[in-house]
């Protein structure tokens, strides 16, 4: 399978927090995410698994890097551990600091949205994707961004 043909990897929305995003994985500082599972049932889909790899696109939608996850657990929220947390790249120093962030997005609208409740809310039982990964290309165009 060639990497136009592998499943794409979008980090948050389009614009500045996937800007943000996609130039921490591209320096390397991010190297885990994370994921609602209610996410891919209401989107038809199975979660990713260890040993897949994804092509990663930047705001408009362009591939900057293929990725393979190396590690995929499914952690009630309540349980998530520190060094998920510190491996995101996104300057949280704890676990508390990333919940509030995390539940700040997974409560916006958009979010919401996409999972047809407009009144969702996350709780410490809520099963959260934890995915780790590295980076396994970078188009030629894309390392200066």
Same mark, same amino acid.
Do not use: C, N
């Given at each position: 399978m060639t990497d136009h043909e592998l499943p794409r990897m979008e980090f948050g929305f389009p614009g500045p927090l996937r800007d943000?995003? =996609?130039?921490?994985?591209?320096?390397? $500082?991010?190297?885990?995410?994370?994921?609602?599972?209610?996410?891919?049932? $209401? *989107?038809? %889909?199975? !979660? !990713?698994?260890?040993? /897949?790899?994804?092509?990663? =696109?930047?705001?408009? %939608?362009v591939p900057v890097a293929t990725i393979e996850?190396? &590690?995929?657990?499914?952690? @009630?929220?309540? #349980?998530? #551990?520190? /060094?998920?947390?510190? &491996? *995101?790249? *996104?300057? #949280? %120093?704890?676990?508390? /600091?990333? @919940? $509030?962030?995390? %539940?700040?997005?997974?409560?916006? $609208?958009?979010?919401r949205g996409e999972l047809g409740d407009p009144d969702f809310t996350v709780d410490d039982d809520t099963e959260v994707l934890a995915k780790r990964f590295r980076v396994v290309s970078v188009p030629t165009a894309s390392k200066s961004i």
């Open positions: 943000r995003l =996609v130039a921490a994985v591209l320096s390397g $500082a991010k190297t885990t995410t994370s994921a609602l599972m209610l996410g891919y049932a $209401a *989107e038809g %889909e199975s !979660p !990713p698994e260890a040993g /897949q790899r994804l092509v990663v =696109v930047d705001s408009h %939608e996850l190396t &590690d995929v657990r499914v952690v @009630r929220l309540a #349980d998530m #551990d520190l /060094q998920h947390v510190l &491996d *995101e790249g *996104e300057g #949280d %120093e704890s676990v508390a /600091q990333w @919940r $509030a962030g995390h %539940e700040e997005m997974w409560h916006s $609208a958009e979010v």
